[in-house]
């Protein structure tokens, strides 16, 4: 069945590093691809989505490519700030209507 | 993006008892839906709330323990009924949007809940 799979946290970084956290899915067909952030207490944010294969969703500088062939989302940063410690969570969704979430991954990053 | 608020944003409830959770949009949306979060755990999505007929449940959830309601196309609720310490979660509402057809689910902030 459709799911989604990333990499367990927590990932600990320090400030200014770079971030890569990974996302590979099942699904049928090609879903939209997304990536949602959790700051602390907060709800789910948007942070950026591809449509089709070979986009490139891109926010604050964050990216994630939709790579059809390793059928992975993966996010990065080229340098990350203490204000980037939250969850990160991927989903895939489109014409079911409903996202499929991984199961998050928890990011700290230290002065 | 579509604004979603909710109320209440957190609660403590005695077990046994229910609580109602509204959800609010800015703007019209063809789709709503509530989901659970467990503590430390991803969403998992209880049900579609379907306006003007009943809600479609997501295996394992079931209308008496959450009944819900979508009277228009900005606005439902989510009832936890009979509740017990394992209801202990954050609630999500969120919305799939008309524009341009865009299938970008936005979620609310949340209402977490604790039932003692």
């Known amino acids: 069945g459709d799911s989604v799979t990333q990499m367990e946290g927590p990932v600990t970084l320090s400030e200014e590093a770079f971030l890569t956290i990974n996302c590979t899915y099942t699904a049928t067909g090609y879903p939209s691809l997304f990536w949602y952030v959790q700051y602390p207490g907060e709800g789910l944010q948007l942070l950026l989505k591809a449509t089709k294969a070979d986009d490139k969703g891109s926010n604050k500088g964050f990216e994630a490519t939709y790579r059809k062939e390793t059928t992975s989302f993966h996010l990065e940063k080229g340098s990350v700030q203490v204000s980037d410690s939250a969850v990160y969570f991927c989903a895939h969704g489109g014409a079911t209507n409903k996202l499929i979430f991984g199961t998050g991954t928890l990011l700290a990053v230290q002065p | 993006s579509a604004v979603i608020s909710q109320k209440p944003s957190r609660d403590i409830c005695q077990r046994g008892t229910s609580l109602t959770i509204q959800c609010q949009v800015d703007?019209?949306?063809?789709?709503m839906f509530w989901y659970r979060q467990q503590p430390g755990q991803s969403l998992t999505l209880i049900a579609t709330?379907?306006?003007?007929?009943?809600?479609?449940?997501e295996s394992g959830f079931v209308i008496d323990k959450f009944p819900i309601s979508r009277p228009n196309l900005t606005f439902s609720t989510l009832t936890v009924s009979n509740m017990s310490p394992e209801d202990s979660s954050i609630y999500l509402c969120?919305?799939?949007?008309?524009?341009?057809?865009?299938?970008?689910?936005?979620f609310g902030p949340g209402t977490r809940l604790t039932v003692l």
């Open positions: 703007s019209q949306v063809t789709m």
């Open positions: 969120s919305a799939r949007g008309l524009a341009q057809g865009t299938d970008t689910q936005y």
């Open positions: 709330a379907n306006q003007g007929s009943e809600a479609t449940y």
